[in-house]
């Protein structure tokens, strides 16, 4: 159940009020943090804001999902380890990735089929974001998605090799962002996430993973999702794998995981806990540091 909304602001809430007339809202965390009996937090808000709301509902006992990345800083994410349990009990990353059933898909198919020689992924979105949201990095905010994958399908190995490079506009913001990495002489992974896709294209641009091994290989394409509606313009009413009625899809599945880590039912996934985000921290360092 849906206990409670904190917002920055009050015209937010009275937006919600009008769909969800039953919720209670806060604009002051504190206050929420108080007054709520929500067992559950779930804290996605600006990336700037992410250590300082979780660090408040952490002092207070409070079971966190927190939405990826932890931090625009390595330093900022590493301060919140001292109120983080050693199994992550209490902070469960935001990673919807994990709960696609494609990629669920993909996790089995190699699983089976044997070692992973390279994987490509490219998450491109839509132009329009550059003058949406001036600043916003596509490494930090479309192509960590695809880090936190590439670290699931290779069990959290540490590679030994970073590369990386930004392409920028005319007013220097970063429009695309391509990386590599290498694990160990062994597996390669490539990505490129961009803001580029122009207005023809679907709303939310798309999603690309190919992973090959000895003898196989696989793609996934999720976004957009396999259907298309054509009137007099092309629509993709399913970017993603997400519907509200009823609740279904990787948002629905990664809130009903993060529930039954609440209850002690369930231990925090592989690529969802704290020190798995720490690991895609690090990595998004390196590779800014490179570009």
Same mark, same amino acid.
């Given at each position: 159940?849906l206990a409670?909304?904190?917002a920055?602001r009050?015209?937010?809430l009275?937006?919600?009020?009008?769909?969800?007339?039953?919720?209670?809202?806060?604009?002051?965390?504190?206050?929420?943090?108080?007054?709520?009996?929500?067992?559950?937090?779930?804290?996605a808000?600006?990336?700037e804001?992410?250590?300082?709301v979780?660090?408040?509902? &952490?002092e207070? *006992?409070?079971?966190v #999902?927190?939405e990826?990345?932890?931090? !625009?800083?390595? %330093?900022? =994410?590493?301060s919140?380890?001292?109120?983080?349990h050693?199994?992550?009990?209490? &902070?469960?990353? *935001?990673?919807?990735? #994990?709960?696609?059933?494609?990629?669920? !898909?993909?996790? %089995?198919? =190699?699983?089976?089929?044997?070692?992973?020689?390279?994987?490509d992924?490219?998450r491109?979105?839509?132009?329009?974001?550059?003058?949406?949201?001036?600043?916003?990095?596509?490494?930090?905010?479309?192509?960590?998605?695809?880090?936190?994958?590439?670290?699931?399908l290779?069990?959290?190995?540490?590679?030994?090799?970073?590369?990386?490079?930004?392409?920028?506009?005319?007013?220097?913001?970063?429009?695309?962002?391509?990386?590599?990495l290498?694990?160990?002489?062994?597996?390669?992974?490539?990505?490129?996430?961009s803001?580029?896709?122009?207005?023809?294209m679907?709303?939310?641009?798309?999603?690309?993973?190919?992973?090959?091994?000895?003898?196989w290989?696989?793609r996934?394409?999720?976004?957009?999702?396999?259907?298309?509606?054509?009137?007099n313009?092309?629509a993709?009413?399913?970017?993603?794998?997400?519907?509200?009625n009823?609740?279904?899809?990787?948002?629905a599945?990664?809130?009903?995981?993060?529930?039954?880590?609440?209850?002690?039912?369930?231990?925090?996934?592989?690529?969802?806990?704290y020190?798995?985000?720490?690991?895609?921290?690090?990595?998004m360092?390196?590779?800014n540091?490179?570009?």
């Open positions: 159940d409670a909304v904190v920055r009050q015209e937010s009275d937006a919600l009020h009008k769909e969800l007339p039953d919720v209670p809202g806060w604009t002051n965390l504190m206050q929420a943090i108080e007054e709520s009996d929500a067992e559950a937090w779930v804290v808000c600006t990336t804001s992410h250590v300082a979780t660090r408040e509902l &952490l207070h *006992g409070k079971v #999902l927190l990826k990345p932890i931090a !625009e800083t390595l %330093e900022e =994410a590493e919140l380890a001292p109120l983080v050693p199994d992550s009990s209490n &902070l469960m990353l *935001g990673h919807i990735l #994990l709960f696609n059933s494609e990629f669920q !898909e993909l996790r %089995e198919v =190699a699983r089976n089929r044997g070692p992973i020689s390279y994987i992924c490219v491109h979105r839509p132009a329009s974001i550059v003058q949406d949201f001036p600043g916003e990095n596509p490494l930090q905010a479309a192509m960590v998605h695809d880090l936190y994958s590439t670290q699931v290779l069990d959290c190995a540490e590679p030994d090799h970073f590369n990386a490079q930004f392409h920028r506009t005319e007013n220097g913001d970063i429009d695309l962002a391509v990386a590599q290498q694990w160990n002489g062994g597996p390669v992974a490539s990505f490129a996430a803001y580029l896709t122009p207005a023809g679907p709303p939310r641009g798309f999603d690309r993973t190919e992973v090959f091994g000895e003898g290989s696989a996934i394409e999720p976004n957009p999702r396999p259907i298309s509606v054509w009137d313009a092309a993709w009413p399913l970017a993603l794998e997400v519907r509200a009823p609740p279904s899809g990787m948002m599945e990664e809130l009903r995981c993060f529930c039954r880590v609440v209850r002690n039912t369930e231990a925090v996934p592989t690529g969802a806990t020190s798995d985000a720490m690991q895609v921290q690090r990595w360092e390196k590779l540091a490179f570009a």
